[in-house]
């Protein structure tokens, strides 16, 4: 069990850095992905970005994705298309409900990132970090959009993820890294001992904070 998702980020930090990965770029999944994130971030030295994403539910169950958006220039839309099959969802049907959760991804990006623009990941390597996956879903939709962008490579990064998750996205990115792959999984929450959800705040303070020092970082190399 990990105390917070710091010592998390700290612990997966000494795994991803074994690697000796080229030219990295850590990508956090906010809002829990981002503390975690930020250690990698910190020891490897280079940049940290968001990959925001949301979930287009179904009709009648907003829990069951029938696609989702990814934040980016322009927006990445990733369809699911065994579920839009099952529901019969035509073409004007899908742009409905996608149009729908456009004002929040929005709201997000502009919350996030105060009017800066995505890193490019193009020709790096792009390293996508969450504080745990369930299921593997958002995770999956982030490496698919990411494909389009051109990364040299792709490399998932993760504390804790039940056994069949981590073989699912291993057919999906490059590298999966995790540290933990309990058989009985339960909850993300149940791994560890102090585990609040975060706010919009900690996620802006958390990504100010790692570009101040990639900024240190950069002057104390050129020095």
Request: proline share 6%; hydrophobic share 45%; glycine share 6%.
């Amino acid at each position: 069990m990990f105390h917070d998702r710091r010592e998390a980020g700290r612990e997966l930090a000494n795994e991803v850095a074994r690697l000796g990965l080229a030219d990295p770029i850590v990508l956090a999944l906010p809002r829990g992905g981002v503390p975690v994130a930020a250690e990698v971030a910190r020891t490897l030295k280079a940049p940290l970005d968001l990959v925001i994403v949301r979930k287009v539910g179904a009709p009648d169950n907003s829990e069951l994705a029938v696609a989702a958006i990814v934040d980016g220039s322009p927006p990445d839309i990733v369809l699911n298309r065994e579920i839009i099959e099952a529901y019969g969802l035509d073409d004007s049907e899908l742009r409905l409900l996608v149009n729908r959760e456009r004002p929040e991804l929005e709201r997000r990006r502009l919350t996030y990132r105060s009017g800066r623009q995505a890193k490019s990941v193009s020709g790096k390597t792009a390293i996508l970090v969450d504080d745990g996956a369930a299921t593997g879903t958002t995770m999956k939709v982030a490496i698919r959009a990411l494909r389009r962008r051109s990364p040299r490579e792709i490399v998932v990064a993760l504390p804790v993820a039940p056994p069949d998750t981590i073989a699912e996205l291993a057919r999906e990115a490059d590298r999966v890294i995790c540290l933990r792959q309990p058989a009985h999984f339960r909850a993300l929450g149940f791994h560890y001992q102090h585990f609040p959800q975060l706010t919009d705040d900690q996620v802006i303070a958390a990504v100010r904070d790692a570009r101040q020092q990639k900024d240190l970082d950069e002057v104390a190399k050129k020095a």
